[in-house]
């Protein structure tokens, strides 16, 4: 299996602007859970996902932030307008959501935004 | 709510030396541990995990004990390598969030020097 992907790898854009970030889940896994990693703050959980459907989101920062999960196979986290203060990295983890279990990462995004 | 506290870092250590990363939790009912690693550039992977009171997680010659009594799951090896320079992340998932939501803490820094 080739693992959690996650798109793009590094993103760099202006404040103001929006922008998208895109993950592609274990073929099977049936959670889906968006998280931040930044320096001050570690990692946060933003949102997640079961059999497509919004479960928590609590950990969702402000309004300016969005997900989605429209198939089983694909969800996206958009930002709109970014702010310099949204640059982190982004991780998508996928788990299959049998017994006590593990969550398998994506690579993450490397988000920048001037 | 549940948390999850380990030593600060970062922890340097020359190589075939001891390893010990602290860890205690805090948690209602009975949670299952988990250590997670991530090399530079990249996601968190599952290193170890136990699930229930006494349970030794290993992997790769690492160690963890779930010690309920002590609420404590500390991270062992007993002769570290230069490819082990990661950073280590203590966590937990129990009912509260269906064992599939995931308190991690803040991270463990493990720089490795020959």
């Known amino acids: 299996d080739a693992g959690v992907i996650q798109s793009p790898r590094h993103e760099v854009t202006e404040m103001g602007q929006e922008v998208t970030l895109r993950c592609k889940p274990i073929?099977?896994?049936?959670?889906l859970f968006w998280y931040r990693q930044t320096m001050m703050r570690g990692l946060e959980l933003l949102i997640y996902?079961?059999?497509?459907?919004?479960?928590?989101d609590s950990g969702m920062p402000e309004d300016r932030f969005s997900a989605k999960m429209p198939n089983a196979s694909f969800s996206t986290l958009k930002i709109q307008p970014s702010e310099p203060r949204d640059s982190a990295v982004y991780f998508c983890?996928?788990?299959?959501?049998?017994?006590?279990?593990?969550?398998?990462f994506g690579p993450g995004t490397r988000l920048t935004v001037l | 709510g549940n948390s999850v506290t380990q030593m600060e870092g970062p922890v340097t250590l020359s190589e075939e030396a001891f390893l010990t990363i602290n860890c205690t939790y805090t948690?209602?009912?009975?949670?299952?541990l988990f250590w997670y690693v991530q090399y530079p550039g990249e996601g968190l992977q599952l290193l170890l995990k136990?699930?229930?009171?006494?349970d030794k997680g290993s992997n790769k010659g690492f160690e963890a004990t779930y010690r309920k009594e002590t609420t404590s799951f500390h991270l062992e090896k007993g002769s570290v390598q230069v490819s082990d320079s990661a950073v280590y992340f203590c966590?937990?998932?129990?009912?509260?969030?269906?064992?599939?939501?995931?308190?991690f803490g803040t991270g463990t820094k493990l720089q490795v020097i020959p």
């Open positions: 136990a699930t229930k009171a006494d």
């Open positions: 996902f079961n059999n497509n459907v919004p479960i928590d």
């Open positions: 948690a209602t009912g009975y949670p299952s």
């Open positions: 966590a937990l998932s129990d009912a509260s969030g269906g064992y599939q939501k995931v308190t």
């Open positions: 983890a996928s788990s299959t959501g049998q017994g006590k279990n593990e969550q398998f």
């Open positions: 073929s099977g896994h049936d959670y």
